[in-house]
């Protein structure tokens, strides 16, 4: 069972409850949401809209989500050839230690 938790994003206070979040981790990812609207507030000063404000940090972490998505799948690609690789040359090896005339 999940606890409901009070957070404060802006000047907006939510109570929100969220699967497989500990309280602690709740409100840490909300001090960061605060502090990307902060942000986004600040390099928008000419968007008084709290609901436009709220889709470009929405935005924010889409793109930085969709960045790291990228960097963890390239990682993971390299990863993956890299074991074909070493499985590969330890298959070799062991071919090459087997004499089949024994």
Do not use: C, Y
């Not at 969220?18 to 600040?42: C, D, F, H, K, T």
């Not at 390239?74 to 890299?82: A, D, F, G, V, Y």
């Amino acid at each position: 069972m999940n606890d409901k938790v009070e957070v404060q994003i802006g000047t907006r206070r939510l109570i929100v409850e969220m699967e497989g979040w500990m309280p602690i981790e709740i409100n840490a990812l909300a001090q960061e949401v605060s502090e990307r609207v902060i942000e986004m507030q600040r390099h928008n000063s000419n968007v008084a809209d709290t609901s436009k404000i709220a889709l470009l940090v929405a935005l924010s972490f889409a793109a930085e989500l969709n960045r790291e998505r990228s960097a963890h799948n390239t990682t993971r690609r390299i990863l993956e050839n890299k074991a074909e690789s070493l499985s590969q040359s330890l298959r070799e090896s062991l071919q090459a230690g087997v004499d089949p005339k024994k």
